[in-house]
């Protein structure tokens, strides 16, 4: 089963603020862009990924992003990630009707094309499925398989907010670059000890991060 998977990435500028004490304002913007490339480009070259929409209007962003291969949906609707991402799953399935598609976070930079197939592999045995995140209070992937809406229900204990609505909790191990999301200098210390991609190492490598 060949996937289509939908990021979305809020506008750069207010991207990661929770890093505020890992990262200056001058470089979490860089960062935020750096997590989503890699995050994409491993997406891409999982061999369960037919093609990745990300859901943003900023322009850098967008440019960036469709330079790796990724389609880009503007023109987000308000009412937040959610909306972003039903949008997104709207848009995708207008062209693409019968296509599976999984919501997956913008900033996992050590993530695993191989440990991504595995998830949704595990994820089309059910109608929706999501995989938890590192702290198992979040959500970093939800899938949808052909004929089902998304139904995300992204934000605060996003977990058992998924899993109320329904979707299959997946429990599944040696997936830790799927469910390591980044949003302290906790998490990225983390994710750097995972082994991240190229360019969030390299923006990585100006921070000062103890235990580096």
């Known amino acids: ?13 207010r991207a990661k603020s929770r890093l505020s004490d890992t990262a200056t304002g001058g470089l979490r913007p860089g960062l935020a862009l750096a997590f989503a490339q890699d ?22 962003a967008g440019r ?18 959610n909306a972003a991402l039903a949008h997104g799953a ?39 499925a999501f995989l938890p995140d590192a702290a198992a209070i979040g959500t970093t992937l939800l899938a949808a398989a052909s004929g089902r809406e998304l139904l995300p229900a ?22 830790d670059s799927v469910r390591q999301d980044v949003d302290t200098g906790d998490d990225l210390r983390t994710a750097l000890a995972l082994g991240v991609g190229p360019r969030t190492a390299t923006v990585a490598a100006r921070l000062l991060i103890p235990g580096q």
């Open 154 to 175: 992204f934000g605060p204990d996003s977990r058992a907010r998924h899993r109320a609505s329904g979707a299959m909790e997946l429990h599944l191990d040696a997936v």
């Open 39 to 60: 995050t994409v480009a491993a997406a891409l070259a999982s061999p369960a990924v037919e093609d990745v929409a990300v859901v943003t209007d900023d322009e850098l």
């Open 90 to 128: 709207a848009v995708v399935r207008a062209s693409r009707p019968a296509c599976p598609v999984a919501a997956l976070n913008a900033d996992l930079p050590a993530l695993r094309p191989l440990e991504l197939a595995r998830v949704l592999e595990a994820a089309a045995e059910f109608p929706r």
């Open 1 to 13: 089963m060949q996937w289509t998977l939908v990021i979305p990435l809020k506008p750069l500028a």
């Open 64 to 81: 960036e992003l469709a330079a790796l291969g990724a389609r880009i949906v503007s023109g987000e609707p308000g009412g937040g990630l």
